[in-house]
């Protein structure tokens, strides 16, 4: 009976935390009397690649594919925003996209054409954002 009870309390449990997490890429947050819904996205970040000893032609070549890959990926409503780093390091640049999971986006970046030719690498990690947030 005792083991009856405690499995009829887990399951209404795990119903009643289930109900809460419909979307788990979404909750409400508090914060001194603002509600602010939080979701999460995915941030990536280009890495300088292994292989940037392309000619100018070719190199121009690859730019401008890259550049055709991200207005694709904005046209299909996957990336948010994207953007070079104003600095000359390692790393190049970001995207922000609206996707269910890092896999679905390191796949979308995985088949950018400087990726392809090593001219850039990428990690893609889960980033929460105040939904709605514009920039200035």
């Given at each position: 009976?005792?083991?009856?009870?405690?499995?009829?309390?887990?399951?209404?449990?795990?119903?009643?935390?289930?109900?809460?997490?419909?979307?788990?890429?979404?909750?409400?947050?508090?914060?001194?009397?603002?509600?602010?819904?939080?979701?999460?996205y995915v941030f990536c970040m280009y890495l300088s690649g292994t292989d940037r000893s392309q000619g100018e032609e070719e190199g121009a070549a690859i730019q401008e594919n890259h550049l055709a890959h991200l207005g694709k990926l904005e046209e299909e409503h996957h990336l948010i925003m994207a953007g070079p780093f104003g600095d000359d390091t390692e790393k190049r640049g970001i995207l922000l996209f609206d996707l269910e999971t890092v896999e679905e986006a390191s796949e979308l970046v995985g088949d950018d054409p400087a990726v392809k030719a090593n001219r850039l690498d990428f990690e893609c990690h889960p980033l929460w954002l105040a939904k709605g947030t514009e920039l200035p």
């Open positions: 009976m005792e083991k009856s009870i405690l499995v009829v309390a887990s399951m209404l449990l795990s119903l009643s935390i289930s109900a809460q997490t419909d979307n788990p890429r979404e909750f409400t947050h508090e914060e001194n009397g603002v509600t602010y819904t939080m979701k999460q």
